[in-house]
């Protein structure tokens, strides 16, 4: 018995023993359900087949010594031959391997014999072990193959089969309950024993299964039996009386901000009060059984009410902390609910939360259901959304379900219960997020299996009988025993008749009959019964006054004819067939009691509360289109429809009248007397359930589905009823946990899924794996009966006739069937459907066709067994076509496809194909569309014409400018490709959208979905297909969609793509890309082989110290092939190989060589990387080798340039970015230091394809060029990845054939094992979602403890993942009562641990490394990443989780590497881009761990579009491609301002220096060459050279002299001295003007190229729109999606010091470092137009970023722990400036700010270097001699007054991103006339002399001022007053004498 332990009942972690059980053959035992085979039980060869048993399994028994010949004798006669053959099969099983075996069987014995060799195969051990033991000549031979057997698993349960053992019959501690709240941790072992018959197992009477025997009635209750029928009467219960300290609760003691729930209410009832502790106070799940009208709803509300007030704060509810889902099973009461909730809790209530329908007529948005609190949904629909792991974003807030109804499980929605149910208790097991889960129900018998299900613990059930309706009901059943069709339809009116007439006159009668019809004609029958008997006017009342009102309203209201009829006698109907105003002209009518008699259909039960004194229940047969036939009522409708008997206010009984067949007598007795148990209906539905859990990725294996099915209903009724469930009487007892039957039941259903190709199932290894099929079957919610159906019958050349024949025969309509009076209906409706039907009427799958096609066509039907046959088939037709459609695009059939999507949206739109598009505007003229129709004018031509054209072609003028609105609202899209060949089979296009119509959103919604389809060109086959969603706010932009297609040989003439809206019909574009002129790249020369060389050892290096360097002994086989060619010779190198070959050793080799050879001077070399990370991971690597262990001087350049001289000057080794060093090497004719460089090293050259290439490019050719144009030889050592094009690379940098290597990728000294998986999930916090559980299970599963790295898209991801480490492994760690949790990833105490997690800031990461998890991204301090890597690096923690970029700066490396998703937010783009395959690798270079494994592992997570093209590039090398043609403009500029070129033709000589050169004729097409002649080369050249030139010119950077010199201007040095691009200066030379203020400077500063490429998150834009509005500035048209809008507000941000979220200050420090380098530009383009009020505003600007302040905040605000409090106070005392404050008494100061020691003496210390003690004089050369016309100069002398030991090498400037050193500028000027005459910049140490010069104006008197400016302080400025005389100009003597 299933509840006799109530105290262990709920222990959720109760330890469970599962047993472990062998397979054996037990015949004849449970063989009920076991499916048994026809022929006899022996097959031919004498070997028997149990029951139950796989065919291809045999038993051990059977196999003897002969057994193989036997075998082979069946097929071959001759005896000799057949022993021959045997031998020869037997050591072919014994010996050859898999793959070998099954050719060499089929050789062997024939492809006639394939049966054969799969039972060979499939028993292959068996068979030789049991062979072998038959031969055996003694007993040690025995013996010792006993023991090999037992070692092996397989083997053992085979020996113990052979020796009749039976696995020991271990006793499980807990029973039931015990199992249900911790069951089945099952243990491996347990293997299935045989395949059920699930559909024998399941219930086919559904809900109508009676499992109780017999029915015990209330005392007082009697039987009468009458002629033709049977009648039971029950007595209505009484109230039990109120216990001693029972009293209702009044509302006004309940908390108060709960009041405004029960308004209008005084108190709760009996039942709610008795719940209301648990429900309001309490947390803890809840089930309610009671009565219908018991007021389950306010219970429901007391626990809402408990979930709100958690999140009240301040009296306002918290509406993004919570979600509510309360799941009821019909529409009809959804809507009620949603009714109810939104007049309670909606807007306009005290709380203001948001309450939606969620039904399959309502669906939401995810907008929608993320900015719902309550949630009103079906099981069906809230099971749809749980079972697709992308909506968990929405459904994760979910904490409280409430299940109304829950006694639906014994219905067949049961399943979707149980499944919701389990699927939300795994959930709150793994994610450790509590959920509570409140069931309500009617009464029955075994609640205590329901509280089980629902984990309630005892304070948690209530059960209450049916004593407690609040008006007890007299129950009569009549159960008719008359067989005749007719008689019986008599008698039941007869029946109904006299129950009326017995009331009649007395109280009010509700009679319900199930069908539209019916209601007129059961009305009819009473009224003229009544006629004939003359007893009409009891039901009009004695006096006249109903009857007169009647009259009046069937005269004047009433519209529907039955209605008109029947009301003047006091009977009405009501259905929903109804107009809405007669109903509520009935309902009123009947509620204030005028009518008497109202004869409804089931409707008026749902929606409406009508009580009535009296309920009959006229038959409880109503047609039910899923079975096609009539059923049973549902026991739902009966008890809804008896719970309208009783009028709560004014009756003290009611009554309720039930009329059925006898045979169902006792089955309603049952239902309404509590002794109906529920059981459970799952395994009808258990493949599709498991299916279900599968694709969601919470099963992955067996023992994970066996698990789940210990969460289950059916697990509970198994383990209380096993005979039920058909299980044998000792199994229970042999396995109390029914261990085994789960995992049968599993494997059934498994086998299932398998043989329909839902899943792949390893029945060896108990694994599952999702398929596509899979997937679609559970998203659109198809059953697996019906994928093979489709499987089976989808084919490639399918016609419309077709699709619509394969839709009908789905098995949801398997059981609808013709009716005789439907087929003259039929035949009708087959002459006007416009598709033909092959099959004839008799055909059910001819009628789901001729309906579906009916209701695409909009036609009327009669019968209204045919309508809701309709409505089921439309119902289920959407999702149906949609899957279908999925399915063919999975398998390629471009024309099926679209067809099939063609179809789908005909049945959504319900309209033909063939009818104008325009039908799909609801609100155009019928006529109109007509007229239009008959035109047949196509769609395109229609745009063209104008409203005037469009009104005469239809001959309806009033009508064309309607009608062209519309056309031009017609979602049309134009198309342009761009290909790119990328390999000689992979083509990049880049499809570039233009949307061309109106966007209207009252048409076209929030966004309009599109299918991109790529075609071959016959338009079979589909080569690339993926989702497009346009949305509004961007609609009326181009959109650009990147994607590759395969290319094969022969090449096609072109391919298609096409375009297709996913809802508008019609809507589709088509663009041809030809391949007529396509050149294909040159074919790639061969890899370098890895040759088979003894490693080489470390003291090769002859040289102690540089011996010392290494850890090891040996060097890698890469690193041993290389060391000739690097340490041997001073060639140039390039070596290319997978990530983590140890590569920088070959640059170390080089760099030794390098300090082993005497040169003349120093000999320098040079590290360039392309990320700042790579160089700083080197520098920190090469300052301990080289530094420490060697003695050198390792640098890294800074990016300051005059720091950088200083640092080059110093350094051995000096590493830098390519950047960095593009910006020093520019002048490199002016510093020695660069021409007498020896060595220069590039890493990561194959980036050169990336976004930092061409300056790595442009960096690696002038090092080339500076060593021919010296004559001193640089060495050139280049790094890569494996490359397929590496000969040009090598060739470029001036390799030869000996020192040229590339290996091939999978040439790793660590062999990578690389699983991929995609995931067809198109949006992407969904994917990513969807993903979490599997990288967990990749984690545990390939790193089984050792290191693991988990890179992620983005920074909040991170801690995401590292959370589900966390939750997830810890869930399926078994956790025992006392034992701390398993910490699986952490491998030291937490002791060890605890300094560490001291030291870091954040408590995320802190609580995450307490479990063994760390995270890395950029937003952690330089210590936190520090400490991660420690921990991760000293294998203290073994899982870490990083941002994909910092797969570059990082040198961790772990077994095991997961790439959890591909790709990343592209603001620019407004969407998602994959990662460069080079980001890809780079994280794979981190799988294996030099020295420690063996092998490396990595799993690669991506979206499935992108699957094939990763996984060519991961298997085979990348070629590279030059993109310096798109950046030359730049790079030509800073060669012009060094005269490097000169001439045009220097130019295209400098080209030649470029990668690019070398790649133009490899792959043409790719830099849009049309051929590779020689001539086809010099035009192209000539043409980017002359464009370029011409862009320059233009933007006034240079000026071309006599059509071929070229020299530079002041905008291009200004441009190529700041390291700024051109467009930049020209965008400061174009906007900025003489007045331009402070906002016009930061305006136009934001919109710098540089910002360009600001990184734009995913929902930026509305966090930036929020910020900007609390900033001073307004912004002009903003654009918040904008990298430059984000700029702006950024710097706003700064000078305000608002604080932002990590990702947004990183970025804000990106702006802040840039906008320093432009401003000094600004400044520099501001005074050579001589304006010196914006330039003075410039430099102001240039304080406020490094000080992070307004112009117009108190200078004091510079210093340290200065609060605005502390300013205001200073202020009052008059304290305005930092002078003002030193100047201050000392106590006083003290006393004043308030702060402590430390933070006075920080303040002192700034103050110190405050520059407050420069002293400036200045003088005028020869003053009394100025004339107009000759030089002013002006000498400015500057000193500061400095202590010995004082630093002020930089700035205080906390804000700023990195140190700053001070600079100042000298400013001479005219403020009258806003006129800059001089200026100059100094960088002042102690001493400092500047000339300032200028030409003197006309005669006259003049005050200038002189201006000291600083770039970093405010408030320290200094202004002079500088008063020049010029005299006349000086007139020579020549012109005197003439004068």
């Given amino acids: 018995e299933i509840n006799d332990e109530s105290d262990e009942e709920y222990d959720d972690d109760a330890v469970t023993t599962s047993t472990s059980i062998t397979t054996e053959d037990e015949e004849g035992e449970g063989s009920a359900i076991l499916r048994t085979t026809d022929d006899d039980d022996m097959m031919d060869d004498g070997v028997r087949k149990s029951r139950g048993r796989d065919p291809y399994d045999l038993n051990p028994r059977d196999i003897d010594a002969f057994f193989l010949q036997r075998r082979v004798a069946l097929f071959e006669p001759d005896p000799v031959l057949a022993q021959q053959l045997a031998e020869n099969?037997?050591?072919?099983?014994?010996?050859?391997?898999?793959?070998?075996?099954?050719?060499?069987?089929?050789?062997?014995?024939?492809?006639?014999?394939?049966?054969?060799?799969?039972?060979?195969?499939?028993?292959?051990?068996?068979?030789?072990?049991?062979?072998?033991?038959?031969?055996?000549?003694?007993?040690?031979?025995?013996?010792?193959?006993?023991?090999?057997?037992?070692?092996?698993?397989?083997?053992?349960?085979?020996?113990?089969?052979?020796?009749?053992?039976?696995?020991?019959?271990?006793?499980?501690?807990?029973?039931?309950?015990?199992?249900?709240?911790?069951?089945?941790?099952?243990?491996?072992?347990?293997?299935?024993?045989?395949?059920?018959?699930?559909?024998?197992?399941?219930?086919?009477?559904?809900?109508?299964?009676?499992?109780?025997?017999?029915?015990?009635?209330?005392p007082g209750s009697y039987r009468k039996t009458k002629k033709g029928y049977e009648e039971v009467f029950i007595p209505g219960l009484k109230h039990p009386p109120f216990a001693a300290d029972e009293k209702l609760v009044e509302i006004k003691s309940l908390p108060e901000w709960s009041h405004g729930a029960f308004k209008g209410m005084e108190t709760l009832n009996r039942v709610q009060s008795r719940l209301h502790q648990a429900a309001l106070f309490g947390a803890e799940n809840l089930l309610l059984c009671a009565p219908t009208g018991a007021g389950k709803t306010n219970v429901a509300m007391l626990t809402?009410?408990?979930?709100?007030?958690?999140?009240?704060?301040?009296?306002?509810?918290?509406?993004?902390?919570?979600?509510?889902?309360?799941?009821?099973?019909?529409?009809?009461?959804?809507?009620?609910?949603?009714?109810?909730?939104?007049?309670?809790?909606?807007?306009?209530?005290?709380?203001?939360?948001?309450?939606?329908?969620?039904?399959?007529?309502?669906?939401?948005?995810?907008?929608?259901?993320?900015?719902?609190?309550?949630?009103?949904?079906?099981?069906?629909?809230?099971?749809?959304?749980?079972?697709?792991?992308?909506?968990?974003?929405?459904?994760?807030?979910?904490?409280?379900?409430?299940?109304?109804?829950?006694?639906?499980?014994?219905?067949?929605?049961?399943?979707?219960?149980?499944?919701?149910?389990?699927?939300?208790?795994?959930?709150?097991?793994?994610?450790?997020?509590?959920?509570?889960?409140?069931?309500?129900?009617?009464?029955?018998?075994?609640?205590?299996?329901?509280?089980?299900?629902?984990?309630?613990?005892?304070?948690?059930?209530?059960?209450?009988?049916?004593?407690?309706?609040?008006?007890?009901?007299?129950?009569?059943?009549?159960?008719?025993?008359?067989?005749?069709?007719?008689?019986?339809?008599?008698?039941?009116?007869?029946?109904?008749?006299?129950?009326?007439?017995?009331?009649?006159?007395?109280?009010?009668?509700?009679?319900?009959?199930?069908?539209?019809?019916?209601?007129?004609?059961?009305?009819?029958?009473?009224?003229?019964?009544?006629?004939?008997?003359?007893?009409?006017?009891?039901?009009?009342?004695?006096?006249?006054?109903?009857?007169?009102?009647?009259?009046?309203?069937?005269?004047?209201?009433?519209?529907?004819?039955?209605?008109?009829?029947?009301?003047?006698?006091?009977?009405?109907i009501h259905h929903a067939g109804m107009s809405r105003s007669d109903r509520t002209l009935v309902e009123d009518l009947f509620a204030d009691g005028y009518i008497q008699v109202l004869v409804s259909t089931a409707t008026l039960a749902w929606g409406v509360n009508l009580p009535a004194h009296t309920v009959i229940i006229k038959g409880t047969q109503v047609y039910s289109p899923e079975k096609g036939d009539w059923t049973e009522l549902s026991p739902l409708d009966v008890m809804q429809m008896l719970g309208r008997a009783g009028r709560p206010a004014f009756d003290t009984t009611g009554e309720g009248i039930v009329i059925t067949s006898h045979g169902e007598l006792q089955y309603y007795l049952s239902l309404l007397n509590q002794q109906l148990p529920i059981e459970s209906q799952l395994i009808g539905k258990l493949p599709d359930i498991l299916n279900a859990e599968i694709v969601l990725g919470t099963i992955q294996t067996v023992k994970d589905a066996v698990n789940w099915l210990g969460y289950t209903y059916l697990y509970i009724c198994m383990l209380r009823n096993p005979a039920l469930y058909g299980i044998g009487a000792d199994?229970?007892?042999?396995?109390?946990?029914?261990?085994?039957?789960?995992?049968?039941?599993?494997?059934?259903?498994?086998?299932?899924?398998?043989?329909?190709?839902?899943?792949?199932?390893?029945?060896?290894?108990?694994?599952?794996?999702?398929?596509?099929?899979?997937?679609?079957?559970?998203?659109?919610?198809?059953?697996?009966?019906?994928?093979?159906?489709?499987?089976?019958?989808?084919?490639?050349?399918?016609?419309?006739?077709?699709?619509?024949?394969?839709?009908?025969?789905?098995?949801?309509?398997?059981?609808?069937?013709?009716?005789?009076?439907?087929?003259?209906?039929?035949?009708?409706?087959?002459?006007?459907?416009?598709?033909?039907?092959?099959?004839?009427?008799?055909?059910?799958?001819?009628?789901?066709?001729?309906?579906?096609?009916?209701?695409?066509?909009?036609?009327?039907?009669?019968?209204?067994?045919?309508?809701?046959?309709?409505?089921?088939?439309?119902?289920?037709?959407?999702?149906?076509?949609?899957?279908?459609?999925?399915?063919?695009?999975?398998?390629?059939?471009?024309?099926?496809?679209?067809?099939?999507?063609?179809?789908?949206?005909?049945?959504?739109?319900?309209?033909?194909?063939?009818?104008?598009?325009?039908?799909?505007?609801?609100?155009?003229?019928?006529?109109?569309?007509?007229?239009?129709?008959?035109?047949?004018?196509?769609?395109?031509?229609?745009?063209?014409?104008?409203?005037?054209?469009?009104?005469?072609?239809?001959?309806?003028?009033?009508?064309?400018?309607?009608?062209?609105?519309?056309?031009?609202?017609?979602?049309?899209?134009?198309?342009?490709?761009?290909?790119?060949?990328?390999?000689?089979?992979?083509?990049?296009?880049?499809?570039?959208?233009?949307?061309?119509?109106?966007?209207?959103?009252?048409?076209?919604?929030?966004?309009?979905?599109?299918?991109?389809?790529?075609?071959?060109?016959?338009?079979?086959?589909?080569?690339?297909?993926?989702?497009?969603?346009?949305?509004?706010?961007?609609?009326?932009?181009?959109?650009?969609?990147?994607?590759?297609?395969?290319?094969?040989?022969?090449?096609?003439?072109?391919?298609?793509?096409?375009?297709?809206?996913?809802?508008?019909?019609?809507?589709?574009?088509?663009?041809?890309?030809?391949?007529?002129?396509?050149?294909?790249?040159?074919?790639?020369?061969?890899?370098?082989?890895?040759?088979?060389?003894?490693?080489?050892?470390?003291?090769?290096?002859?040289?102690?110290?540089?011996?010392?360097?290494?850890?090891?002994?040996?060097?890698?086989?890469?690193?041993?092939?290389?060391?000739?060619?690097?340490?041997?010779?001073?060639?140039?190198?390039?070596?290319?190989?997978?990530?983590?070959?140890?590569?920088?050793?070959?640059?170390?080799?080089?760099?030794?060589?390098?300090?082993?050879?005497?040169?003349?001077?120093?000999?320098?070399?040079?590290?360039?990387?392309?990320?700042?990370?790579?160089?700083?991971?080197?520098?920190?690597?090469?300052?301990?080798?080289?530094?420490?262990?060697?003695?050198?001087?390792?640098?890294?350049?800074?990016?300051?340039?005059?720091?950088?001289?200083?640092?080059?000057?110093?350094?051995?080794?000096?590493?830098?970015?390519?950047?960095?060093?593009?910006?020093?090497?520019?002048?490199?004719?002016?510093?020695?230091?660069?021409?007498?460089?020896?060595?220069?090293?590039?890493?990561?050259?194959?980036?050169?394809?990336?976004?930092?290439?061409?300056?790595?490019?442009?960096?690696?050719?002038?090092?080339?060029?500076?060593?021919?144009?010296?004559?001193?030889?640089?060495?050139?050592?280049?790094?890569?990845?494996?490359?397929?094009?590496?000969?040009?690379?090598?060739?470029?940098?001036?390799?030869?054939?000996?020192?040229?290597?590339?290996?091939?990728?999978?040439?790793?000294?660590?062999?990578?094992?690389?699983?991929?998986?995609?995931?067809?999930?198109?949006?992407?916090?969904?994917?990513?979602?969807?993903?979490?559980?599997?990288?967990?299970?990749?984690?545990?599963?390939?790193?089984?403890?050792?290191?693991?790295?988990?890179?992620?898209?983005?920074?909040?991801?991170?801690?995401?993942?590292?959370?589900?480490?966390?939750?997830?492994?810890?869930?399926?760690?078994?956790?025992?009562?006392?034992?701390?949790?398993?910490?699986?990833?952490?491998?030291?105490?937490?002791?060890?641990?605890?300094?560490?997690?001291?030291?870091?800031?954040?408590?995320?990461?802190?609580?995450?490394?307490?479990?063994?998890?760390?995270?890395?991204?950029?937003?952690?301090?330089?210590?936190?990443?520090?400490?991660?890597?420690?921990?991760?690096?000293?294998?203290?923690?073994?899982?870490?989780?990083?941002?994909?970029?910092?797969?570059?700066?990082?040198?961790?490396?772990?077994?095991?590497?997961?790439?959890?998703?591909?790709?990343?937010?592209?603001?620019?783009?407004?969407?998602?881009?994959?990662?460069?395959?080079?980001?890809?690798?780079?994280?794979?270079?981190?799988?294996?761990r030099p020295v420690v494994d063996d092998q490396g592992k990595c799993v690669i997570f991506c979206h499935a579009p992108k699957k094939d093209y990763y996984k060519k590039f991961l298997y085979e090398p990348l070629p590279v491609e030059s993109h310096l043609d798109q950046f030359l403009a730049d790079h030509f500029n800073s060669e012009i301002v060094t005269q490097t070129i000169v001439d045009k033709q220097d130019a295209i000589d400098y080209l030649t220096w470029t990668f690019l050169y070398r790649r133009f004729t490899q792959n043409p097409n790719y830099y849009n060459l049309t051929g590779v002649s020689n001539r086809h080369l010099s035009d192209h050249m000539s043409e980017l050279v002359e464009t370029t030139i011409s862009d320059l010119e233009q933007a006034k950077c240079i000026a071309v002299e006599n059509d071929i010199d070229v020299v530079p201007l002041n905008l291009g040095m200004i441009a190529a001295y700041y390291y700024i691009q051109y467009t930049t200066t020209e965008l400061f030379s174009s906007s900025l003007t003489g007045s331009t203020k402070l906002k016009g400077l930061v305006d136009i500063m934001a919109m710098a190229s540089e910002l360009n490429d600001l990184p734009m998150r995913h929902s930026e834009d509305t966090v930036l729109q929020r910020l900007a509005a609390h900033l001073p500035m307004k912004i002009d048209k903003p654009k918040y999606n904008d990298p430059h809008t984000k700029a702006l507000v950024l710097l706003q941000a700064h000078f305000s010091r608002r604080a932002l979220s990590a990702d947004l200050h990183q970025d804000q420090m990106i702006v802040v470092e840039t906008a320093s380098r432009l401003l000094l530009a600004m400044v520099d383009v501001i005074s050579s137009n001589s304006w010196l009020r914006p330039a003075l505003a410039a430099m102001e600007l240039s304080q406020m970023v490094t000080q992070a302040v307004w112009d117009t905040d108190s200078v004091l605000k510079q210093l340290p722990h200065m609060t605005d409090d502390r300013i205001n106070r200073l202020k009052a005392k008059g304290i305005e400036n930092i002078l003002d404050l030193m100047d201050m008494d000392d106590v006083d100061r003290v006393k004043l700010l308030g702060m402590s020691e430390r933070e006075m003496s920080e303040v002192a210390e700034v103050c110190n270097t405050y520059p407050l003690n420069i002293e400036l004089q200045y003088a005028v050369q020869d003053e009394d001699a100025l004339h107009a016309g000759s030089q002013v100069v002006v000498i400015v002398d500057l000193e500061r007054q400095l202590d010995e030991d004082q630093d002020i090498s930089s700035v205080h400037a906390p804000f700023y991103p990195k140190q700053r050193s001070e600079g100042w500028w000298v400013v001479v000027g005219d403020t009258k006339t806003n006129q800059l005459l001089a200026i100059k910049r100094v960088n002042l140490a102690r001493k400092s002399q500047v000339k300032l010069d200028f030409t003197a104006p006309s005669p006259g008197s003049y005050n200038y001022t002189l201006s000291f400016m600083s770039d970093s302080y405010m408030g320290c400025d200094q202004e002079y007053e500088l008063a020049l005389d010029v005299k006349p100009a000086r007139i020579d003597d020549d012109q005197e004498m003439e004068g």
């Fill in 89 to 218: 099969v037997f050591q072919v099983l014994a010996d050859a391997d898999e793959g070998q075996a099954e050719n060499e069987l089929v050789l062997l014995l024939g492809f006639d014999q394939f049966e054969t060799v799969k039972l060979l195969l499939r028993n292959r051990f068996k068979i030789v072990y049991c062979v072998k033991l038959a031969r055996a000549s003694n007993d040690q031979e025995r013996e010792a193959l006993e023991t090999e057997m037992r070692s092996n698993p397989e083997l053992k349960g085979v020996l113990q089969e052979l020796k009749g053992e039976r696995s020991s019959k271990t006793q499980a501690k807990g029973k039931a309950k015990a199992a249900a709240a911790g069951a089945a941790k099952g243990e491996k072992g347990a293997a299935p024993k045989s395949m059920l018959d699930l559909e024998s197992l399941s219930f086919n009477q559904g809900g109508h299964l009676m499992s109780n025997k017999q029915c015990k009635l209330p």
């Fill in 731 to 1488: 199994e229970p007892e042999e396995d109390p946990l029914l261990e085994q039957r789960r995992i049968d039941l599993i494997h059934t259903a498994a086998s299932l899924l398998d043989k329909n190709n839902l899943i792949k199932y390893d029945r060896k290894g108990g694994a599952f794996q999702v398929t596509d099929l899979g997937r679609v079957a559970s998203h659109y919610y198809i059953t697996s009966q019906s994928m093979a159906i489709y499987n089976e019958h989808l084919k490639p050349s399918m016609t419309d006739i077709d699709i619509f024949r394969l839709f009908s025969l789905s098995s949801e309509f398997k059981q609808v069937n013709v009716r005789g009076e439907e087929k003259i209906e039929l035949e009708k409706l087959l002459e006007r459907v416009p598709i033909p039907v092959k099959e004839s009427l008799e055909e059910p799958s001819a009628k789901i066709n001729v309906l579906l096609q009916t209701y695409i066509s909009k036609l009327k039907l009669d019968g209204l067994a045919l309508i809701s046959d309709m409505v089921y088939v439309t119902q289920s037709a959407g999702r149906i076509i949609r899957a279908l459609f999925e399915v063919v695009l999975k398998r390629g059939w471009a024309q099926l496809a679209l067809r099939l999507l063609q179809v789908a949206k005909m049945v959504d739109r319900r309209m033909w194909g063939s009818l104008t598009p325009l039908r799909q505007f609801k609100d155009l003229p019928e006529e109109l569309l007509k007229r239009l129709e008959k035109k047949e004018f196509p769609m395109e031509r229609l745009f063209d014409l104008d409203s005037q054209a469009l009104g005469e072609l239809v001959h309806y003028p009033q009508q064309g400018k309607n009608l062209h609105q519309h056309i031009h609202q017609f979602p049309r899209l134009d198309l342009a490709a761009y290909v790119q060949p990328i390999t000689r089979s992979i083509l990049r296009v880049e499809l570039t959208i233009t949307p061309d119509f109106n966007y209207v959103e009252k048409y076209h919604g929030n966004a309009l979905p599109f299918f991109i389809i790529v075609e071959d060109v016959d338009g079979e086959q589909v080569l690339h297909h993926e989702y497009f969603l346009l949305k509004k706010k961007f609609a009326g932009e181009e959109h650009r969609v990147s994607f590759t297609v395969p290319l094969y040989d022969p090449l096609p003439p072109q391919y298609f793509i096409r375009v297709v809206s996913d809802r508008w019909l019609g809507c589709e574009s088509v663009v041809a890309v030809s391949f007529r002129h396509l050149i294909l790249p040159e074919k790639y020369p061969p890899h370098t082989e890895l040759l088979d060389l003894q490693p080489l050892s470390v003291t090769s290096l002859k040289d102690a110290k540089a011996e010392k360097l290494y850890s090891f002994k040996y060097f890698n086989p890469i690193q041993t092939q290389v060391f000739p060619a690097a340490f041997n010779s001073d060639d140039n190198l390039l070596l290319a190989a997978p990530p983590g070959s140890g590569k920088t050793v070959a640059a170390e080799f080089a760099l030794l060589r390098m300090f082993q050879q005497a040169y003349e001077g120093r000999s320098r070399a040079v590290y360039v990387a392309p990320m700042q990370a790579i160089a700083t991971e080197r520098y920190r690597d090469w300052s301990r080798k080289f530094g420490e262990g060697m003695g050198k001087t390792v640098v890294e350049l800074t990016g300051d340039t005059a720091a950088d001289l200083k640092l080059l000057e110093q350094g051995d080794i000096i590493i830098t970015t390519a950047e960095i060093w593009d910006v020093l090497s520019r002048r490199w004719k002016q510093r020695k230091n660069i021409k007498t460089l020896r060595l220069f090293i590039v890493d990561e050259l194959h980036l050169i394809g990336g976004t930092k290439g061409p300056t790595l490019e442009v960096v690696c050719s002038r090092m080339r060029y500076i060593a021919a144009q010296t004559g001193t030889p640089i060495r050139i050592v280049a790094l890569s990845s494996s490359l397929a094009n590496a000969r040009d690379l090598g060739e470029w940098i001036g390799t030869t054939h000996h020192s040229l290597f590339n290996f091939h990728p999978n040439v790793r000294p660590i062999p990578l094992e690389i699983h991929m998986q995609g995931f067809d999930i198109p949006h992407f916090a969904s994917r990513m979602l969807a993903m979490s559980k599997p990288t967990v299970n990749a984690v545990i599963q390939h790193a089984r403890g050792k290191p693991a790295i988990v890179f992620v898209p983005t920074r909040k991801q991170t801690r995401k993942t590292a959370q589900d480490l966390i939750t997830f492994t810890d869930a399926s760690d078994i956790v025992q009562e006392g034992v701390a949790p398993v910490r699986r990833f952490l491998r030291v105490t937490e002791a060890d641990l605890a300094p560490y997690l001291e030291e870091i800031e954040s408590k995320a990461l802190r609580e995450s490394l307490s479990f063994g998890v760390g995270f890395l991204h950029e937003g952690l301090t330089a210590k936190e990443r520090r400490i991660v890597e420690t921990l991760f690096r000293s294998g203290a923690i073994t899982a870490l989780v990083a941002t994909y970029d910092l797969s570059w700066g990082m040198d961790l490396s772990a077994y095991l590497v997961v790439i959890m998703g591909t790709q990343y937010y592209q603001g620019k783009e407004q969407g998602y881009g994959d990662y460069n395959i080079t980001d890809i690798l780079q994280m794979m270079g981190r799988a294996g």
């Fill in 304 to 572: 809402m009410m408990h979930e709100i007030g958690l999140h009240i704060y301040n009296g306002v509810v918290d509406k993004e902390a919570f979600k509510i889902v309360y799941i009821a099973p019909m529409k009809s009461l959804v809507a009620e609910m949603v009714g109810n909730f939104s007049k309670r809790l909606g807007d306009g209530t005290p709380y203001g939360l948001t309450v939606r329908e969620l039904t399959g007529d309502q669906s939401l948005s995810k907008k929608q259901i993320s900015e719902t609190q309550i949630i009103v949904t079906t099981p069906e629909k809230w099971d749809i959304i749980t079972r697709k792991s992308g909506d968990r974003t929405y459904t994760e807030l979910v904490r409280l379900i409430i299940i109304d109804e829950i006694h639906l499980l014994h219905d067949d929605r049961g399943p979707v219960l149980e499944g919701i149910v389990a699927r939300t208790l795994r959930q709150i097991e793994a994610t450790q997020v509590m959920v509570r889960l409140v069931g309500l129900s009617a009464t029955l018998p075994n609640y205590e299996d329901v509280a089980t299900l629902l984990r309630v613990q005892p304070s948690g059930l209530f059960a209450f009988d049916n004593s407690y309706r609040p008006v007890p009901l007299e129950q009569q059943y009549i159960g008719i025993t008359e067989k005749k069709g007719l008689r019986r339809f008599q008698l039941m009116n007869e029946i109904t008749y006299e129950k009326v007439m017995e009331r009649a006159g007395k109280s009010q009668v509700l009679v319900f009959v199930h069908g539209r019809k019916e209601t007129a004609k059961t009305a009819r029958s009473i009224r003229d019964m009544a006629l004939a008997n003359d007893a009409l006017d009891k039901f009009l009342g004695a006096t006249g006054g109903t009857r007169v009102v009647l009259q009046t309203e069937a005269e004047k209201t009433a519209q529907n004819a039955d209605l008109k009829e029947l009301l003047p006698y006091g009977f009405a």
